[in-house]
């Protein structure tokens, strides 16, 4: 089992950064990708980035550029950075972990932009 916690979530003024991490703890070696996905009210959950074992990323389109995904395989964290945030990236952002043939889910944190 892997068990994920996000934090860093909050409300934010359009233009403004916000700085989300997640800790994972648990049976994490063989953890294969993590990634952020994100779930706007009425919307389905849609993936933002990921990063695999060997530090490979993948963005959604409407967050190239914006957003940065890293990690710290020391202290078992991805960060997900988000900068020049929009109204339309208010959603509740979760960390997901992929690892053998299971995947993991944090319980989310909100991230609010206000226009």
């Known amino acids: 089992q892997v068990q994920l916690v996000e934090s860093g979530g909050g409300l934010v003024q359009a233009g403004g950064s916000l700085r989300l991490s997640c800790t994972a703890s648990?049976?994490?070696?063989?953890?294969?990708?993590m990634a952020w996905y994100r779930q706007a009210p009425g919307k389905q959950r849609e993936l933002v980035a990921l990063?695999?074992?060997?530090?490979?990323?993948n963005y959604a389109g409407a967050v190239e550029g914006r957003f940065t995904i890293s990690r710290d395989n020391a202290k078992n964290t991805v960060n997900l950075q988000m900068n020049s945030l929009k109204p339309e990236d208010t959603a509740v952002y979760y960390c997901?972990?992929?690892?053998?043939?299971?995947?993991?889910w944090g319980r989310g944190t909100q991230v609010t932009v206000s226009s």
């Open positions: 997901n972990a992929f690892r053998g043939v299971s995947y993991y």
């Open positions: 990063i695999t074992s060997a530090g490979n990323t």
């Open positions: 648990g049976t994490i070696s063989g953890i294969q990708r």
